[in-house]
Each structure stands twice: as structure tokens, then as C-alpha cells.
């Protein structure tokens, strides 16, 4: 039963609940923050983290993006949309973010035994049971036409919604996911296939690109044909793990863990300004 897998979690029955969707900080760098609580879980300094951020227009570039042939002509024109590029640490491919996409990192320690499918498989089991109450037809299989695709993209009547990587820090593990809440999911879509149109210009590549069809992905509220926000997502994932019998701290980053921040932001900072140049803005 899926509540079982991801419950498996959360041993000590303590968890740290960061909720930033408020802070100011830029969108690159948020993967800064994961990497500092990950570092953090590593060392035994912490406990396991539920982290939620969002942030206004932005494009989530991954590292193979970074290899397009005409890599600063589309973030260019990405730019002049109002998306402006970042590249993020993890795996995956282009996504794009504002803020009826709610982000959300589930940071444990791997303790030897989870795996990089376990760990795909705990956030599935995890969204499974946090959306339960509006839908029990989630389905985890790469939706082909889908940006950032992947064997365990979420999606519910073939319209996916959602998409999961992972990040390794040694024995701290981020699994992160995006859920597109609100619409338009469409319209996100179609800023995707352009920006790889303009990347590719029609060359070959070594990495194979996503042809990018709006038509399969859509934004919960769409697909569920119900008024859903990112507020009512949270609210109801306090409720989720209140109910589990699970110890809530509300918390935002210790002081050994800022410093480590500021080390990885360097190093975001420095992946950024190599890949994009002058069209990055710390």
C-alpha cells in the first residue's frame, strides 16, 4: 500500500517542515538550499525535511540543456518572454516555473539502503497520498511529448502534471518534484517546444531533445476540472502529515546550515555564469 512506502520515511517521526513560496530568494538559488540541508542530513545534523518554494516566470534549464546548439539564442528569447533561464544541479531537462507551480523536496538520509528508484517510488507513493482526496487515478510512466520526461512522470488520464528528479549529497538525498497546480500548463508547454525549436534549429544533437506536445500535459485544477491552489496543496500536506502521527517543527535553515548555503551558491553561481554568460542575472 502506498502510504506505507512513503511513511517508511519518516522513522524518527520528526520532520522539518521549510516552507519558502514567501522568501526572496532567486530561483537558482533554491538548488543551492537543497544541496545545504542534504549536506546537512548527511552529517547527522538533521533530520528529514519537507521543503516547498515557488518562484515568479523563470526556466529551469538541466545540464544537457546547457549543450544546445544554439544554447543563448533561445535563453534570449526565453528572456524576452519574461522567463528568464537558470541551470539547475540534478538531472532532467527544461521546466518551466511561476507560481502556480509548486515545488517540493523530500530530503532524507539514505542510510545504504534507498536506491534511485526507492527513492522515485517514495515521492510517487507520497503524491499519491497527498492528492487522495481529489483523485485516485495518478499513474507514474513517462508521457511521451512531455517536457523533462521520465519513467516517472505523474500523470492522471494521460495528461502529465508532474515531474520527479533526485539529487545525491553522499548519504543526503533531495527528491524533487514539481507540481504544476494551476493553469496554464499548456501555455508552459508551448514556451518549452519553442525555446528547443529555437535551440536546435533543425541540427543534430547527440542528446536526443523532447519533441515537446502540449496536448499531454495540463495543470491539476485542468485535469481535475475542480478549483485547486498551491495554498490548498500545503494546507493539505500539514494535514497529511499531521495525521500520520508525525512531530511538525516549522523551521527555515540553521546557522551551519547557511554557511554551507553560501558555499553552494558559489558553485550555482559559477555553473550559471559559464553556461549562460552575460544573459544569467544573479
Not at 536526443?208 to 498551491?230: F, G, H, K, Q, R
Request: hydrophobic share 40%; glycine share 8%.
Amino acid at each position: 500500500m502506498y502510504v506505507e512506502t512513503w511513511q517508511g520515511i519518516f522513522l524518527d517521526k520528526k520532520i522539518r517542515l521549510i516552507d519558502q513560496r514567501n522568501d526572496e530568494y532567486k530561483v537558482w538559488e533554491s538548488f543551492a538550499v537543497d544541496d545545504a540541508l542534504a549536506e546537512s542530513i548527511h552529517k547527522g545534523d538533521s533530520g528529514p525535511i519537507v521543503r516547498l518554494w515557488t518562484h515568479p516566470n523563470a526556466v529551469v534549464l538541466g545540464i544537457a540543456d546547457s549543450r544546445l546548439p544554439h544554447l543563448l539564442e533561445a535563453s534570449r528569447w526565453l528572456k524576452e518572454q519574461g522567463y528568464p533561464p537558470i541551470v539547475r544541479n540534478s538531472g532532467g531537462l527544461a521546466v518551466a516555473l511561476d507560481e502556480g507551480v509548486l515545488n517540493l523536496s523530500l530530503l532524507i538520509n539514505d542510510q545504504g539502503s534507498v536506491g534511485i528508484h526507492e527513492g522515485y517510488e517514495k515521492m510517487v507513493s507520497f503524491m499519491k497520498a497527498l492528492l487522495a482526496d481529489w483523485t485516485d487515478q495518478i499513474k507514474a510512466f513517462e508521457v511521451v511529448g512531455s517536457y523533462c520526461p521520465g519513467d516517472y512522470d505523474l500523470s492522471i488520464d494521460g495528461k502529465k502534471f508532474a515531474g520527479i528528479s533526485q539529487r545525491r549529497i553522499r548519504n543526503g538525498i533531495a527528491i524533487q518534484i514539481y507540481l504544476s497546480v494551476t493553469a496554464d500548463h499548456q501555455s508552459r508547454a508551448r514556451l518549452i517546444r519553442e525555446f528547443y525549436q529555437r535551440g536546435i534549429q533543425g541540427e543534430e544533437t547527440r542528446f536526443n531533445y523532447p519533441n515537446v506536445n502540449p496536448d499531454v500535459m495540463e495543470a491539476l485544477e485542468t485535469i481535475l476540472n475542480v478549483p485547486i491552489s498551491v495554498d490548498d496543496i500545503v494546507a493539505k500536506l500539514v494535514e497529511l502529515l499531521t495525521n500520520s502521527g508525525l512531530e511538525i517543527t516549522n523551521d527555515q535553515l540553521t546557522d551551519a546550515e547557511k554557511v554551507t548555503f553560501m558555499k553552494r551558491r558559489e558553485l550555482m553561481l559559477e555553473r550559471n555564469q559559464k553556461a549562460l554568460g552575460d544573459l544569467f542575472e544573479p
